[in-house]
T-cell receptor, first 116, second 115 residues
Framework: AQSVTQLGSHVSVSEGALVLLRCNYS??????LFWYVQYPNQGLQLLLK??????LVKGINGFEAEFKKSETSFHLTKPSAHMSDAAEYFC??????????????FGRGTQLTVWP | GAVVSQHPSRVICKSGTSVKIECRSL??????MFWYRQFPKQSLMLMAT?????????EQGVEKDKFLINHASLTLSTLTVTSAHPEDSSFYIC???????????FGSGTRLTVV
């Protein structure tokens, strides 16, 4: 069964500093991996996704993530944090049922705080 | 891009009453709709998966008679919380999967408060 572990429930960085949010996954099949961002009282917005193409995935708002099969990791990074990046971030892995995507398995989330 | 409209965004109801939450895919056909529940400062917990025209599949521990899910068309799925109690207060989010495998589109969520 698929599972996701996000290391660190809270990450704090200064504005302009590097953002690194960690995600490790467990999957019995080649995974589809996602990073989502959630602002208070809102749904989830897709930042980026890995679907077995390029291992370095670029997303919106300057975020990117690298799929490392040997480390079963999919860490999210951004070179320079902005105040507007403060939010909850979720890593997720999906079932791949061949012709259609299955359910998503979410990590517990990482709250990113950005200090001025 | 794909958009899922979820209504209402907030609802307050009395204990014992029922509340219906709607999710509509506005510009694509959602063959599968996922319903999640999220407690404060926690991750999303999958409640059930519904496919258009068939009965929903509920996760273990989720009462199907309490959380009624209907997916009557490719653009509309509803979650009805029946005989609501204060412990049902939570944030409910739907997610639709589109036929072209482009991913999952989430609704904006519904904050349910049962008083």
């Amino acid at each position: 069964a698929q599972s996701v572990t996000q290391l660190g429930s809270h990450v704090s960085v200064s504005e302009g500093a590097l953002v690194l949010l960690r995600c490790n996954y467990s999957s019995s099949v080649p995974p589809y991996l996602f990073w989502y961002v959630q602002y208070p009282n809102q749904g989830l917005q897709l930042l980026l996704k890995y679907t077995s193409a390029a291992t370095l995935v670029k997303g919106i708002n300057g975020f990117e993530a690298e799929f490392k099969k040997s480390e079963t990791s999919f860490h999210l990074t951004k070179p320079s944090a902005h105040m507007s990046d403060a939010a909850e971030y979720f890593c997720a892995v999906s079932d791949d049922r061949g012709s259609t995507l299955g359910r998503l398995y979410f990590g517990r989330g990482t709250q990113l705080t950005v200090w001025p | 891009g794909a958009v899922v409209s979820q209504h209402p965004s907030r609802v307050i109801c009395k204990s014992g009453t029922s509340v219906k939450i709607e999710c509509r895919s506005l510009d694509f056909q959602a063959t599968t709709m996922f319903w999640y529940r999220q407690f404060p400062k926690q991750s999303l917990m999958l409640m059930a998966t519904s496919n258009e025209g068939s009965k929903a599949t509920y996760e273990q521990g989720v009462e199907k008679d309490k959380f009624l899910i209907n997916h009557a068309s490719l653009t509309l799925s509803t979650l009805t919380v029946t005989s609501a109690h204060p412990e049902d207060s939570s944030f409910y989010i739907c997610s639709a999967h589109s036929l072209d495998r482009s991913g999952y589109t989430f609704g904006s969520g519904t904050r349910l408060t049962v008083v």
